[in-house]
């Protein structure tokens, strides 16, 4: 097993715990190119890297991320996606043809959704959304997210426009003050806002508001 760990509990200057990530892939060279953008990122911790999830166990380690690789490897036996702890989130670098199933996903853990060919500034956009609790989709793999007989038009809710533009910043991981601010609105139109969106949409919480805004369109990738 290659593994390699650090501490994962690192605090900010100004005493703020980062999210910690674990990354989990099987081709050398892949998982060593994630290891480096993690490390090097100041908006998360690195947790480690392994190959497998069930060396997450052995080592006990108890990330808040994980960053999954899917893609097939020749040779290898098991399931290159596996279980996601409950609780936890993931994102999955996953192969271009692959069809994305957003609300499964959602239910299984899976927040993000992105290629290798995601650009590092790309990938650590997805991190930040997840950890602050949103969804992402990357653009390569937006068009899979349904299919061309599937009736999204015919079933939209009427937002207002103001409703259709906090969404987006909702579905980008925007905290509610963060939003009004550059709305140029109280953070208490902006929870009302979001109240009115979240009971025209059927949504309990942020994940749920962003898997509806891709699906309705008014967000493909974050």
């Not at 069930?54 to 999954?68: G, I, K, M, Q, S």
């Not at 805004?213 to 008014?218: N, R, S, T, V």
Request: charged letters at 25%; aromatic letters at 4%.
């Amino acid at each position: 097993m290659s593994v390699t760990q650090l501490p994962y509990a690192r605090p900010t200057a100004a005493g703020r715990v980062l999210p910690s990530v674990a990354v989990i892939c099987r081709n050398q060279v892949v998982r060593g190119g994630l290891e480096r953008l993690v490390a090097d990122s100041p908006d998360v911790a690195f947790c480690c890297a392994v190959t497998e999830a069930a060396e997450l166990t052995v080592r006990r380690a108890r990330p808040d991320l994980l960053l999954l690789d899917a893609y097939p490897v020749r040779g290898a036996v098991g399931d290159p996606l596996p279980a996601v702890p409950v609780g936890g989130r993931a994102l999955v670098l996953c192969p271009p043809d692959t069809r994305v199933d957003l609300a499964a996903g959602l239910r299984a853990g899976v927040h993000a959704y992105l290629t290798r060919d995601a650009e590092a500034d790309e990938m650590l956009t997805a991190l930040r959304i997840v950890a602050a609790g949103g969804a992402y989709v990357c653009a390569e793999l937006a068009p899979s997210l349904r299919t061309p007989t599937e009736p999204v038009t015919e079933r939209r809710p009427r937002l207002a426009s103001r409703e259709i533009e906090t969404l987006r910043w909702v579905a980008q991981g925007y905290t509610h003050g963060q939003i009004g601010r550059r709305m140029g609105l109280t953070e208490a139109t902006v929870n009302t806002y979001v109240k009115r969106i979240r009971s025209k949409l059927n949504a309990g919480n942020k994940a749920e508001l962003t898997r509806r805004a891709i699906e309705l369109g008014y967000v493909l990738s974050s």
